[in-house]
Antibody, heavy 128, light 113 residues
Framework: EVQLVESGGGLVQPGGSLRLSCAAS????????MFWVRQAPGKGLEWVST????????YYADSVKGRFTISRDNSKNTLYLQMNSLRAEDTAVYYC?????????????????????WGQGTPVTVSS | DIVMTQSPDSLAVSLGERATINCKSS????????????LAWYQQKPGQPPKLLIY???TRESGVPDRFSGSGSATDFTLTITSLQAQDVAVYYC?????????FGQGTKVEIK
């Protein structure tokens, strides 16, 4: 059974930093791209960041680019999100998510970057 | 960025009746090389993380009841719940994974009439 367990959230002052972790189990972690998605209180879902299976490619929402850094340790089956220069608008529940299995047809394969599995989320509150 | 627009924002349906949610993308999410629509649907109940229902626009995730179905192509998509059950009360989101940044619709809240 796939399990994703986030940790590291909490209350932080504006301008501060936090490091979120997501411990993965139940699948071959190093084979899948991973994501962070957030949800502000009472609001919808917002993609934050993507990291490829080996960590060589990373992507960020414009709202966090230059402030957040996604990384992974495949030897520890753990995904991270380093969040610096936090702002009030970063207040949200942060979810890690795993992509779906690669889709192959006719000899070619494509990634399946829908969010097949989600963690329970870790809340981050940025406030003085 | 691809903008995803859902309609309606909310709907109330009687138990056993059909619920239909629409999702429109600002540009096509159909990848012509593999003829796949890069569109997913999620269900989110209060206090819970989202749950994947449908991917590739119409493929039901394992374990999802067959009263949930997805249809559409290119820019226009629909999630249908054929016989609404009490446990289907939730917010539903569409999501395009055709290009980065990934984007979601604003959500549709489904309630019991």
């Amino acid at each position: 059974e796939v399990q994703l367990v986030e940790s590291g959230g909490g209350l932080v002052q504006p301008g501060g930093s936090l490091r979120l972790s997501c411990a993965a189990s139940g699948f071959t972690f190093s084979s899948y791209a991973m994501f962070w998605v957030r949800q502000a209180p009472g609001k919808g879902l917002e993609w934050v960041s993507t990291i490829s299976n080996r960590g060589g490619n990373t992507y960020y929402a414009d709202s966090v680019k230059g402030r957040f850094t996604i990384s992974r340790d495949n030897s520890k089956n753990t995904l991270y999100l380093q969040m610096n220069s936090l702002r009030a608008e970063d207040t949200a529940v942060y979810y890690c998510a795993k992509e779906g299995p690669t889709y192959c047809s006719g000899g070619s394969c494509n990634s399946a970057e829908y969010f097949q599995h989600w963690g329970q989320g870790t809340p981050v509150t940025v406030s003085s | 960025d691809i903008v995803m627009t859902q309609s309606p924002d909310s709907l109330a349906v009687s138990l056993g009746e059909r619920a239909t949610i629409n999702c429109k993308s600002s540009q096509s999410v159909l990848y012509t090389s593999n003829n796949k629509n890069y569109l997913a649907w999620y269900q989110q109940k209060p206090g819970q993380p989202p749950k994947l229902l449908i991917y590739w626009a119409s493929t039901r995730e394992s374990g999802v009841p067959d009263r949930f179905s997805g249809s559409g192509s290119a820019t226009d998509f629909t999630l249908t719940i054929t016989s609404l059950q009490a446990q289907d009360v939730a917010v539903y989101y569409c999501h395009q994974y055709y290009s980065t940044p990934h984007t979601f619709g604003q959500g549709t809240k489904v309630e019991i009439k």
